[in-house]
């Protein structure tokens, strides 16, 4: 069982829709969360960062932390046709600065 | 401020050949981590280096190895190439705490035929 699970998808929406993507982890010491957007033949782009549990918002974008049941959200509100990406989350313990990956869901937004 | 530069973007290789790859991080970050990307495994851990030192190592081969400069400058090489080190090679550049965030570069697309 890998540390993080993620839903590759594909997932496919209309523009302006809400977009849900979720992660889960095993290890209760992760303690920090990202969500990186990774465009093909790109690196991936920091898009969220988050340390423990909890909400946080940037624009159009919201990430969720719920360390109890050990999953990780992002909300993307109005989605565009440039949203069109992988997703990537990523966590790490805090003293080990590796991060451990999900393996990316990648979203199609449709005009 | 400048982003994080790899090069080269592309790479074609021979099986046994051996390849070097360098990362520049962002100025001022002392923290260069590489990843490796392929689509069945995702991103994976190779190793993180800190003011020329390796400080975190992950699962991989001897055949992969690194090294930090002291202007923070990296570089990673993977010698007796397999057809199965085909792979998006990322580095990530980070200031080194474990509290701050770690940006990207475009990545070195290495393929051994």
């Known amino acids: 069982q890998k540390e993080v699970e993620q839903d590759p998808g594909p997932l496919s929406v209309p523009e302006g829709a809400i977009v849900s993507l979720n992660c889960t982890y095993s290890n209760s010491a992760f303690q920090y969360f990202m969500w990186y957007r990774q465009y093909s033949r790109k690196g991936p782009e920091l898009l969220m960062y988050?340390?423990s549990s909890g909400n946080k918002e940037d624009g159009r974008f919201t990430a969720q932390v719920d360390k109890s049941s050990k999953y990780i959200s992002l909300f993307i509100r109005d989605s565009q046709p440039s949203d069109s990406a992988t997703y990537l989350c990523?966590?790490?313990?805090?003293?080990?600065?590796?991060?451990?990956w999900g393996l990316g869901t990648s979203l199609a937004v449709n005009p | 401020k400048a982003g994080v530069t790899q090069t080269p973007r592309y790479l074609i290789k021979t099986r046994g050949q051996q390849v070097t790859l360098s990362c520049s991080p962002i100025s001022g970050h002392r923290s260069v981590s590489w990843y490796q990307q392929t689509p069945g495994q995702g991103l994976q851990f190779l190793f993180e280096?800190?003011?020329?030192?390796?400080?975190n190592k992950g699962n991989f081969p001897g055949r992969f190895s690194g090294r930090q400069f002291s202007n923070s400058r990296s570089e990673m090489n993977v010698s007796t190439l397999e057809l199965g080190d085909s792979a998006l090679y990322l580095c990530a550049s980070s200031s080194g705490t474990a509290n701050t965030e770690a940006f990207f570069g475009q990545g070195t697309r290495l393929t051994v035929v």
């Open positions: 988050t340390y």
């Open positions: 280096y800190f003011s020329e030192t390796q400080r």
């Open positions: 990523a966590t790490h313990a805090g003293n080990n600065r590796k991060l451990i």
